[in-house]
Each structure stands twice: as C-alpha cells, then as structure tokens.
Nanobody, 119 residues
Framework: VQLVESGGGLVQAGGSLRLSCAAS????????MAWYRQAPERERELVTA???????AYASFVEGRFTISTENSKNTVYLQMDSLTPEDTAVYYC??????????????WGKGTQVTVSS
C-alpha cells in the first residue's frame, strides 16, 4: 500500500491550506486515516485522525481550525487547515492502516509534505 500526499506549501499567517493523501494498492478495508506533523527539533505529533464509521479526534492545538474528511471511494483523506499560524509550520505526514485482501494488516506512512506559515 502506498500513500501520495499533496497540498503543502507556503502561506501567510491567517491563511488556509488543504492537504490530501491518497492510498492505493492492496486495500480491502481501511481502519484509520490520520495526519501527524513534525516541526524542526520536535517529536512527531498527532494532529487528527478519522476511524472507519466516522469517529474523529483532534489535538487540542487544532482548536477548531483544522478539519479532517475522507472520500472513501477514492481511499483519500483531506486536511483542511484554516487560520494558520507560524506555529503550524512543520512537515505533515499522512498515516493509514487497514486490512489487505488476504486479511493481512498494514500500516503505512506518507513521505510528508512541508507546510510553512510566514508571519
């Protein structure tokens, strides 16, 4: 299973970006689709996750600014980021886990997409 992320870039504070992550390969079902981020000299942290069935969770620092959504027919997850601040600058990673056609479990990471917010 592979993940392809897109949508990162440079934006001014207060602006918006939309990230996308498409999963492809031997997918029978998807359990959870999530976004993490890692800023320089900091550990990778969970931003938001969406489990099958629609349950979603957000990190407290999101504060209602970010929205995760999925397009199940395309095995794609999106992250809409609004009211961005310089503190949101980081590499954003997509993480997806699920089951393959042979009942094998898989858990994969994207390569990451850079988000830079200027002040």
């Amino acid at each position: 299973v592979q993940l392809v992320e897109s949508g990162g870039g440079l934006v001014q504070a207060g602006g918006s970006l939309r990230l996308s992550c498409a999963a492809s390969g031997s997918i029978f079902s998807i359990n959870t689709m999530a976004w993490y981020r890692q800023a320089p000299e900091r550990e990778r942290e969970l931003v938001t996750a969406c489990r099958s069935g629609g349950y979603t969770a957000y990190a407290s620092f999101v504060e209602g600014r970010f929205t995760i959504s999925t397009e199940n027919s395309k095995n794609t997850v999106y992250l809409q980021m609004d009211s961005l601040t310089p503190e949101d600058t980081a590499v954003y990673y997509c993480n997806v886990d699920g089951i393959g056609p042979n009942s094998d479990y898989w858990d994969v990471w994207g390569k990451g997409t850079q988000v830079t917010v200027s002040s």
